[in-house]
């Protein structure tokens, strides 16, 4: 499978996961959760891919926006983390659908 597929695939696992639940906080915990396991499965497959091939290449690539998916996760639950002790409800709803966009539209560039 290339790098598009993956990212398409990890794209519609995310948004089956992010629909299942109301807490936005548990929302990208439970995202951020899948995306590492995600990562473990891809480490492994690039140990057993051949060096130098266009196998390694697309797995490395595939990697690498993997972990950028999984720091943004992590940027955005440390937000809504903050603007829950602030009592910023409202605000981190905003917050939330400006993130939820900036996402979409990186995975559309991604895909």
Known sequence: MGVGGWAGKLRKSADRLLSRFEDPLEQFELARRRQLELLGDLEHRLLLAQPGTKEEANLLQAKQNLEGRIAEFQSIIVRL???????????????????????????????
């Open 81 to 111: 983390k903050a603007s829950k002790s602030a009592g910023g409800a409202d605000s981190a709803a905003d917050r939330l659908e400006e993130e939820m966009q900036r996402l979409a539209e990186d995975a559309r560039r991604w895909g």
